[in-house]
């Protein structure tokens, strides 16, 4: 029938270049661990995966291209991971989920979670032309755990008294610092930091009374 033939050739293309986006990120993200940034060539990147140079640069420009590309499709990664954890939840309830969510990064793809953050701590360097895709990311991040919170404060969950988005860039610190620990050194115990940081949570945001009716004040 016409038209089928041309159909079946699009999603064929459309498959070819998901598969070969997907083995260039693997090899990036292998070769960042191994050898560093400055050691993560195009020509090495090609190489891992299978394909010339040339279709490395033909599809991602420069090397800073394909950085800030391998960063956001991680970044993507840890965000369906924290929605699919959060759900409709708010407060510290959202929070701790978040941080449950972390703990499973950390554990089920550690390779990502070093890629991501090696290019997030290079990223303070004024000379990383993907700086623009951290900055992205880090106001996404830090919207998404102020909304969190000011939805738990309308629910009654949260003390009217905490200023939203104070609390918010001192959570993603807190959860920063915890990843920057681990990269460090690897033997952290982070299981037993996640449960601390987790018990922190409800200690630092609900410092605060309730009322009669269960609400903070």
Not at 28 to 54: D, F, K, M, P
Not at 59 to 86: C, E, M, N, P, Y
Not at 160 to 187: K, Q
Request: glycine share 6%.
């Amino acid at each position: 029938m016409p038209g089928v033939a041309p159909a079946r050739l699009r999603r064929t293309q459309l498959e070819r270049t998901a598969l070969s986006d997907s083995r260039l990120v693997s090899a990036a993200i292998s070769l960042l661990i191994e050898r560093g940034i400055s050691g993560t060539t195009l020509i090495a990147i090609g190489e891992r995966a299978g394909y010339s140079r040339g279709l490395v640069t033909h599809r991602f420009g420069s090397k800073a291209g394909l950085l800030g590309h391998v960063h956001d499709t991680v970044a993507s990664h840890w965000i369906v991971r924290v929605q699919a954890k959060v759900g409709v939840a708010t407060g510290v309830n959202a929070l701790e989920r978040v941080v449950d969510a972390l703990y499973e990064f950390i554990a089920e793809a550690p390779a990502e979670l070093r890629a991501l953050y090696l290019l997030r701590y290079a990223s303070i360097d004024p000379a990383a032309e993907y700086r623009a895709n951290v900055a992205k990311f880090n106001k996404a991040q830090r919207r998404d755990v102020q909304r969190w919170i000011e939805a738990g404060q309308a629910a009654g969950e949260l003390p009217e008294t905490l200023t939203p988005h104070i609390s918010a860039e001192l959570f993603c610190s807190s959860a920063d610092g915890l990843i920057y620990r681990w990269m460090v050194n690897p033997s952290l115990p982070v299981r037993e930091l996640h449960d601390q940081l987790r018990d922190s949570i409800r200690d630092s945001l609900c410092a605060s009374h309730l009322s009669e009716d269960g609400r903070f004040r």
